[in-house]
């Protein structure tokens, strides 16, 4: 299947940044919730363990709340 073949949600997934982090974590200074990406502290914290599946549930989360900022 070539790029122009995946379907919407796929290339939209693929213009994604690693992380929705935006560059100041509020949760370091004791924030439940960031106020720069919208994650809670867990989410933070266990980003780099989290599989594709649960990237994609945090990711959809922010997008529908309107919180991803870059």
Not at 10 to 33: I, N, Q
Request: glycine share 8%; with cysteine; hydrophobic share 30%.
């Amino acid at each position: 299947m070539s790029q122009t073949d995946e379907p919407q949600e796929k290339k939209r997934d693929s213009l994604r940044p690693d992380s929705p982090c935006a560059g100041y974590c509020s949760t370091s200074h004791g924030d439940e919730v960031c106020k720069g990406c919208g994650r809670t502290f867990d989410e933070v914290l266990n980003w780099i363990i989290y599989d594709d599946a649960e990237k994609d549930a945090v990711w959809a989360r922010l997008e529908a709340a309107g919180l991803v900022k870059r």
